[in-house]
């Protein structure tokens, strides 16, 4: 993130270079997945130069490829985000072939199977290997670990940076099943706060730290309980009857959001939690 020098706006130019990303290099964890994917596309249109990580490389490299074709300068590299040093070896390879890194996305995470609540696995009954699993890769891999890390080179250098979480309507308002995942996803939200406080109250950096939080878009993950072929599942029906605009979320729409935290023209946001979810926060069902 591009820090500019403070002064009224004086023309149309001079607002579209706040939203520019020329010059600034991205990194995406879970960079191999559609929602990482579709964000690290956006921020390479938008003129930086992208790296996708992917605890699979070749997942990584066929992210980095299409977007290449899109003339982003851009390249794929295996992280896995549960590893400090898979995180700094991957962290070494981009910034050889990129540049320092200035903009973390961190879109790793997931849910576990064995980690939801389901009549044959009640609450009760979750195994603490499962509860740990899926609380460690939202928590951990999917913003502590990467932000120790990339935030931390961020630091040493003293760059203006920009990193962006991925939490969860589940963090606002936690899902019947995914315990697990909710609690998680929560206490993504609170971390994005205090470090958000810890770069710039305490170490007087400008490295501002905001999430997005999104609502319900179709993967490959959650498909099955969302749609059952062209029609929605029960669930499926629960979820748009309570989103005000009345569909799933689509990839593209959070690149808006992610560019402007990225950008100087969010050069004042810094701490916050932003739902991107078509009304589904706001709605009390009435």
Same mark, same amino acid.
């Given at each position: ?9 004086? =023309? ?20 191999? $997945? ?51 040093? =898979?995180? @700094? ?11 320092? *890194? ?15 609540? +389901? ?10 290997? %499962? ?8 928590? #951990? ?11 931390? @080179? ?26 697990? #995942? ?13 470090? %958000? ?11 501002? +730290? ?24 029960? @669930? $499926?029906?629960?979820?748009? /009857? ?16 992610? +560019?402007?935290?990225?950008?100087? %023209? /969010?050069?004042?946001?810094?701490? *916050? ?7 589904? /926060? %706001? #709605?009390? $069902?009435?």
């Amino acid at each position: 993130m591009k820090n500019e020098e403070e002064r009224p706006l004086q =023309s149309k130019n001079e607002l579209l270079k706040m939203l520019s990303l020329e010059g600034c290099v991205a990194l995406i964890t879970g960079g191999g $997945g559609v929602l990482g994917g579709t964000i690290g596309k956006g921020l390479g249109l938008a003129g930086a130069q992208v790296a996708f990580t992917d605890l699979f490389e070749d997942k990584a490299q066929a992210q980095a490829e299409a977007v290449a074709g899109l003339g982003v300068e851009t390249c794929g590299v295996a992280m896995d985000a549960f590893n400090p040093d =898979s995180i @700094r070896a991957g962290l070494e390879r981009i910034e050889a072939q990129l540049g320092p *890194v200035d903009i973390l996305i961190n879109a790793a995470g997931g849910n576990v199977k064995d980690a939801t609540v +389901v009549p044959e696995n009640p609450f009760f009954k979750l195994p603490k290997e %499962a509860i740990d699993k899926v609380v460690g890769l939202n928590l #951990y891999a999917g913003a502590i670990g990467p932000c120790q890390i990339v935030g931390g @080179r961020m630091a040493e250098r003293k760059l203006h940076g920009s990193i962006i979480n991925v939490s969860s309507m589940n963090a606002f308002r936690p899902l019947t099943r995914v315990m697990g #995942y909710s609690a998680a996803k929560a206490a993504v939200s609170n971390f994005t706060q205090w470090l %958000a406080v810890h770069f710039t109250l305490e170490l007087k950096l400008d490295i501002r +730290v905001n999430a997005i939080a999104p609502g319900f878009f179709v993967t490959e993950q959650n498909r099955a309980l969302l749609l059952d072929g062209d029609q929605l599942t029960e @669930r $499926g029906q629960q979820i748009i /009857s309570h989103t005000p605009m009345g569909r799933f979320g689509e990839p593209d729409d959070l690149i808006g959001a992610c +560019v402007w935290l990225a950008s100087g %023209a /969010s050069a004042f946001v810094n701490g *916050v939690v932003l739902p991107i979810d078509g009304g589904f /926060s %706001a #709605y009390s $069902g009435v």
